[in-house]
């Protein structure tokens, strides 16, 4: 039986949600910055370490409902909030987005019912190959996630190709760790890598 991960992946507008997903399942890039005016869903399977998965990956564009607590709890974003993982990012050249996954984080740990601790969380710091822009050093943002928050951080550029599939990567590694826990299901290695070329569209 192949397990399905339902991911959302949630940002201020304009941090590379979509470039990111795109880059991670079609290999492609684009330079021309169109917002994402509705929520899409993607369906890629991935092969880790000899076992398949099948990912529903959100694109998950908030409710737009005004404030952000409000957005959170908006009915229309049900399936973000019930999602199995995240993937928190921000742009590191505008702190400002940083900030919005820090609130993000925040409504995550409040409203899923003291389970947050077993829910996936990877805090992904976007746009890595305008590195001399960044806001603040990269130490301080990785220090801060890993240990106050205990979240795992990684660095990509959707642009470059750089990191994406290991952000993909650890995020389900973490997931299958966990559900191993609370399952107890044992035998799944998490050494090997993802396998960029057995991605497909579902």
């Not at 507008?13 to 684009?30: C, L, M």
């Not at 660095?155 to 826990?181: D, P, Q, T």
Request: charged letters at 25%; proline letters at 3%; hydrophobic letters at 40%.
């Amino acid at each position: 039986m192949v397990e399905t991960l339902s991911i959302a992946v949630i940002g201020a507008p304009g941090v590379g949600k979509t470039a990111i997903i795109r880059q991670f399942i079609y290999n492609d890039f684009s330079e021309v910055y169109t917002p994402t005016r509705d929520r899409y869903v993607y369906r890629p399977s991935v092969i880790l370490n000899g076992n398949m998965y099948d990912l529903k990956i959100l694109d998950g564009r908030l409710a737009g409902s005004g404030s952000q607590d409000r957005e959170w709890l908006d009915l229309r974003c049900r399936r973000v909030r019930n999602a199995n993982a995240y993937i928190l990012v921000y742009d590191i050249c505008c702190v400002e987005s940083f900030e919005y996954v820090k609130m993000i984080r925040q409504q995550i740990v409040e409203h899923r019912e003291g389970s947050s601790s077993e829910v996936p969380i990877l805090v992904v710091g976007s746009k890595r190959d305008l590195q001399r822009q960044r806001f603040t050093p990269r130490r301080a943002v990785s220090v801060l996630v890993k240990k106050t928050w205990k979240c795992g951080y990684v660095e990509c550029s959707a642009k470059f190709n750089w990191h994406v599939v290991l952000l993909f990567k650890e995020l389900l590694g973490i997931a299958v760790a966990r559900g191993m826990k609370h399952n107890h299901t044992p035998g799944i290695r998490l050494q090997g890598a993802l396998q960029r070329n057995r991605c497909a569209v579902m």
